[in-house]
């Protein structure tokens, strides 16, 4: 038959010729610049919080979106660990205090969070709002009671191969609304 339509997908498969970095291009090729972003941590974390924004606004709850909870839980607790591994890095400039490489190059966030809350006082005089200290404090636990060490939303199975340990479920409105709340105390924090 003539008008028989083709429901064939054509699969592009890689050739020689292809490139994956390719600069130039603009608007219209989606081209993004860095030129402001390197070496600004504040950027990083904006930016895996965004992405985790963007995917929880596009998912619809239904079972194939499930597959997304994996890379919106890690992208969102990125953004935590970046967010306090760049206030780690203002409160040592600020404040003049001696760091050691390996207190900043953990995954881990309550040793990033405990730093950051016993220098606070240096860069703030008084915390008006008494609850944001305690607020992020329970929530960054519960987080890293999720997740300890940024591996279980980014990988099937730990170092000896037994599966990560996940929740049954995650309201992603919540979280996002959550992480706004996270994000928005750090920013008190600044």
Same mark, same amino acid.
């Given at each position: 038959? $003539?008008?028989?339509?083709?429901?064939?997908? $054509?699969?592009?498969?890689? %050739?020689?010729?292809?490139?994956? +970095?390719?600069?130039?291009?603009?608007?219209?090729?989606?081209?993004?610049?860095?030129? #402001?972003?390197?070496?600004?941590?504040?950027? !990083?974390?904006?930016?895996?919080?965004?992405?985790?924004?963007?995917?929880?606004?596009?998912?619809?709850?239904?079972?194939?979106?499930?597959?997304?909870?994996?890379?919106?839980? &890690?992208?969102?607790?990125?953004?935590? $660990?970046?967010?306090?591994? =760049?206030?780690?890095?203002?409160?040592?400039?600020?404040?003049?205090?001696?760091?050691?490489?390996?207190?900043?190059?953990?995954?881990? #966030?309550?040793? #990033?969070?405990? &730093?950051?809350?016993?220098?606070? =006082?240096?860069? %703030?005089?008084?915390?008006? =709002?008494?609850?944001?200290?305690?607020?992020?404090? *329970?929530?960054? *636990?519960?987080?890293?009671? #999720?997740?300890?060490?940024?591996?279980?939303? %980014? !990988?099937?199975?730990?170092? @000896?191969?037994? @599966?990560?340990?996940?929740?049954?479920?995650?309201?992603?409105? @919540?979280?996002?609304?959550?992480? $706004?709340? +996270?994000? @928005?105390?750090?920013?008190?924090?600044?």
């Amino acid at each position: 038959m $003539e008008d028989e339509v083709d429901w064939e997908p $054509e699969i592009l498969n890689p %050739r020689l010729t292809d490139t994956l +970095i390719e600069t130039g291009g603009g608007k219209r090729t989606k081209t993004l610049f860095t030129d #402001l972003m390197a070496g600004e941590w504040a950027f !990083y974390a904006d930016g895996y919080r965004k992405a985790a924004d963007a995917l929880v606004d596009r998912i619809e709850g239904d079972a194939p979106d499930d597959v997304f909870l994996l890379p919106i839980v &890690f992208l969102y607790r990125h953004f935590v $660990e970046l967010k306090l591994k =760049d206030l780690f890095i203002q409160l040592v400039s600020v404040c003049h205090i001696s760091m050691y490489p390996k207190e900043i190059t953990t995954h881990k #966030l309550l040793p #990033l969070w405990t &730093f950051v809350k016993a220098h606070v =006082d240096c860069i %703030r005089e008084e915390m008006h =709002d008494t609850e944001i200290i305690p607020a992020l404090d *329970k929530l960054i *636990k519960e987080l890293s009671d #999720l997740d300890p060490d940024s591996m279980h939303f %980014r !990988y099937a199975v730990d170092k @000896n191969f037994g @599966n990560m340990v996940l929740p049954r479920s995650l309201s992603m409105e @919540n979280f996002k609304s959550t992480m $706004e709340k +996270i994000h @928005n105390g750090f920013a008190y924090i600044e």
